[in-house]
């Protein structure tokens, strides 16, 4: 009996340590949350495998930079150095209200040194409030306050006084838990209830919730998530659910430059057909109906862009792809352009647009089966192409093989090693690709890929 006691006594020991940690202070309504743990392990393995961030922390020596201005601040306030890096080594977390634009972070932290920091580094002005009989230090800078509260070790920050008390009553009741099963390697887990601020809701379709994670393995930072959608129209949800996109399809195509994004919308006139109804301007059965469905029937829904952004003009051709010719539009469209003539046989619309002093040149060629859009003209456009390789071939992409979705409907991939390169004569074996897909529900799926 004693020895069960003793069990069961350890049982709850270990499980008043768990239920102590930064997410017991999540409110259950809270409608962003954002977990970090295991953060020593994982910077670790960001600055010492993935080649990009080995560069920037060792090489460029930002590590050694932010450490040595942490501590000279801290010593000049008589800290330890330590007492304001607990705050990001240990787990903290993230959460935000409904709209998201109160946000709290909870931390194991001394919130005195923390406010001093800030003080000393942006010039603020410290202070103290009063709210239902707790006292929260204060931090104002530029028209902004930060409320500090410290609870059981653990700091509460906010911009809100209301938020740090719904985080001390979720501490003391039942709180936020995840209803994702994430990896158990992931080094951040992310949940949204509703739309994020950034985005746009439409008259078809509207989010419910995603959710997100990060894993740091094998010399790569790997950034898994997903949008739950909500269809106001079946039938759009039916046509994204039934098409097949690939734009991993379009990566033998000539790339120059150090990004390049590749699209695949397969069938975009079905896609108008379902879309046309919400388009302003265009009413079904129209002339205006009619004329748009006959042009968007001219493409077959593939894209592809290659652009060099350290170029003196960021140099770009996107070439759209076409299922049947589409010059007899071409009169039409040369109506707003700036000029129109003849290049290898070719129709080719200048369009100028001056600001100040300077006039920068958009081209756009008209071939059978494409269209090139470029800010070079036709003869440089063409050696751009002609110099590059395949898509496939630049940078390190191909060591992304092994996880790259083949049913995306957008890929892009950047060259960030020969940005590095260019900008720093640095050579790092580094790249990123951001995927987008659907789900067989008609959810989107994204993934960010960093070496």
């Known amino acids: 009996m004693a020895k069960k006691l003793l069990m069961a006594g350890m049982v709850l020991v270990v499980a008043s340590v768990v239920l102590a940690g930064v997410m017991s202070y999540v409110p259950q309504n809270a409608n962003l949350v954002v977990l970090f743990q295991n953060n020593g392990t994982n910077y670790d393995a960001l600055k010492d495998n993935v080649p990009v961030f080995s560069f920037l922390l060792n090489d460029l020596g930002l590590e050694s930079l932010v450490q040595s201005s942490v501590s000279n601040t801290a010593n000049s306030l008589n800290l330890k150095s330590s007492q304001i890096w607990s705050a990001t080594l240990n787990d903290f977390v993230i959460f935000g209200n409904e709209n998201q634009k109160d946000i709290a972070v909870v931390m194991k932290a001394d919130s005195s040194a923390l406010v001093q920091f800030f003080q000393s580094l942006t010039g603020g002005q410290i202070g103290s409030t009063n709210v ?9 800078v530029n028209g902004t306050t930060l409320y500090f509260y410290t609870d059981s070790g653990y700091t509460i920050t906010s911009n809100s006084t209301s938020m740090i008390i719904d985080a001390l009553n979720a501490s003391s009741s039942k709180g936020f838990s995840f209803s994702v099963n994430y990896p158990k390697n992931a080094w951040f887990e992310a949940y949204w209830n509703g739309s994020l601020p950034m985005a746009a809701a439409t008259d078809v379709v509207t989010q419910k919730n995603g959710y997100a994670y990060g894993i740091v393995s094998n010399g790569m930072l790997s950034i898994y998530g997903k949008e739950n959608l909500d269809y106001k129209d079946s039938n759009l949800k039916t046509q994204i659910i039934s098409s097949k996109p690939n734009s991993t399809s379009l990566v033998t195509n000539q790339a120059t430059g150090d990004l390049w994004i590749a699209i695949d919308v397969p069938n975009p006139s079905a896609f108008y057909d379902v879309l046309k109804p919400y388009i302003k301007d265009i009413k079904v059965g129209s002339i205006e109906d009619a004329v748009t469905k006959d042009f968007v029937d001219h493409f077959n829904g593939k894209v592809f862009a290659d652009m060099s952004l350290l170029s003196e003009n960021n140099d770009f051709v996107v070439t759209t792809y076409l299922t049947k ?32 002093t300077k006039t920068t040149f958009m081209y756009t060629i008209f071939y059978p089966d494409k269209v090139v859009l470029s800010n070079m003209d036709p003869d440089s456009s063409a050696k751009y192409i002609a110099s590059g390789k395949p898509a496939q071939n630049l940078g390190n992409y191909s060591s992304f093989s092994s996880q790259i979705w083949n049913n995306s409907v957008l890929t892009i991939y950047g060259d960030v090693g020969s940005f590095i390169e260019n900008a720093l004569q640095y050579s790092v074996d580094s790249g990123i690709v951001i995927q987008t897909r659907y789900d067989s529900s008609g959810n989107l799926e994204f993934q960010i890929l960093v070496k």
């Not at 239902?132 to 104002?140: I, L, P, T």
């Not at 007899?328 to 100040?356: C, I, M, N």
């Open 325 to 356: 010719d589409l010059s007899g539009y071409v009169p039409g469209l040369s109506k707003s352009a700036s000029a129109t003539f003849t290049w290898q046989g070719h129709t080719v619309l200048r369009d100028d647009t001056v600001e100040g």
């Open 132 to 140: 239902n009989g707790k006292k929260f230090q204060s931090f104002a």
